[in-house]
């Protein structure tokens, strides 16, 4: 993981991330928590410099036997679009659950069987939505034990990544986005 402390480029990056994606107000989780406060992720996704300034963070944080890239539905899909331009890694979209009709595949783009897939997640609270495609990957024969994220906002008590094998390394802590909050 990166030093946040003494980086000011990423200090700068954690500044404009909070000012543009922090909402205030009551907020359900995907996991069933209730916060009062929300980083949208979406407002830094549709914003072309700071898409790659996350992105370009997150290349540093990519294990050097990586095969794969899978982004998670919907939040992954443009972290792992613009993660795989800068890197030349080919891609995968990682569904939810596999789709019942066509060719019913939980990760479109290519066959993960016996390929190490590092997961690209945007903001990660418990790890669940990490959790279950990891396992659905792993199901399949594909080898998972990394995830980037974007933003780690995640308790360490209710984080259920290591109970599964799954390392994470986010670019951005909650720490530092509240460090750097105004």
Not at 87 to 97: C, D, E, H, V, Y
Not at 98 to 105: C, H, L, R, S, V
Not at 149 to 155: G, L, M, P, Q, Y
Not at 164 to 174: A, E, F, N, Q
């Amino acid at each position: 993981m990166l030093d946040d402390r003494n980086d000011p480029v990423l200090i700068e990056l954690a500044r404009d991330i909070d000012q543009r994606c922090r909402l205030r107000g009551s907020f359900q989780l995907r996991s069933g928590i209730v916060a009062d406060e929300y980083f949208d992720k979406y407002l830094f996704e549709a914003d072309p410099q700071l898409l790659r300034r996350i992105t370009e963070r997150m290349v540093a944080l990519i294990p050097e036997d990586t095969e794969l890239l899978g982004g998670l539905e919907l939040g992954g899909i443009p972290l792992v679009t613009m993660l795989s331009q800068l890197t030349g890694l080919p891609s995968l979209f990682i569904r939810k659950a596999a789709k019942d009709y066509g060719t019913q595949q939980l990760a479109e783009g290519g066959d993960a069987r016996g390929r190490r897939v590092v997961l690209v997640e945007d903001v990660i609270t418990t790890g669940g939505a990490v959790v279950a495609a990891a396992e659905q990957l792993r199901s399949r024969g594909a080898i998972v034990d990394t995830v980037i994220c974007a933003i780690d906002r995640s308790n360490p008590d209710l984080n259920q990544l290591p109970s599964v094998g799954v390392t994470m390394r986010p670019v951005l802590t909650k720490r530092l986005l509240d460090t750097v909050h105004q």
